[in-house]
């Protein structure tokens, strides 16, 4: 065994295969986290979708240029409006929740947000990391936070998830949680 480790540490490559021999493994927990989202993605709208379920789903196509999507119950139908098929995606999360939980209160957006967006993003990678948010940029599904989240800011400048707050503000905001 000693001679082998002199071997290693002679060829100097143990270390760098360590290292990639890190990075394969997370490679498949990500994989594997990815294909744990379609897995639920696919139950959940194979529920929706099912007889036996009484609660009545709608999915609407919103027209070309429209930017965002939605989901709300009225009259006991859930309806999601939908801008593109990660979109429905995204909807479709927020469908599945208000069906579990009977709506989602203001206070709890930011939570329901983040597994919408890692769903979508597993689904679709680039529609997620093409969206700016002041907390940084998305590399990997486990970037998406409440935190990248809340910096999600759209063209016009102003936050959707956190309206009301000026760019001066969510900096502030940003640093504070950063240095937590
Ligand atoms: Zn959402």
Redesign the pocket.
């Known amino acids: 065994m000693a001679k082998l480790e002199a071997k290693i540490a002679e060829s100097g490559s143990s270390g760098k295969l360590e290292t990639k021999l890190q990075k394969a493994k997370d490679n498949v927990t990500s994989i594997n986290e990815i294909i744990g989202d379609l897995n639920s993605s696919s139950s959940e709208l194979n529920l929706m979708g099912s007889k036996e379920v009484t609660q009545k789903f709608t999915f609407i196509e919103l027209g070309v240029g429209t930017e965002v999507g939605y989901a709300e119950k009225v009259n006991d139908v859930i309806t999601m409006g939908i801008t593109s098929d990660a979109n429905g995606f ?1 909807e479709a999360v ?1 469908g599945y929740q208000i069906h579990q939980t009977g709506g989602i209160r203001q206070s709890e957006r930011l939570n329901v ?1 983040v597994p ?1 967006y890692q769903r979508q993003f597993s689904f679709d990678s680039s529609s997620v990391t093409g969206l700016s948010s002041d907390w940084g940029g998305i590399r990997g599904r486990s970037d998406i936070s409440r935190n990248w989240v809340m910096g999600i800011r759209t063209i016009d400048g102003s936050y959707p998830y956190m309206r009301g707050f000026n760019s001066k503000e969510m900096k502030v905001l940003l640093n504070k949680l950063r240095n937590k």
């Open positions: 995204h927020h947000e919408a």
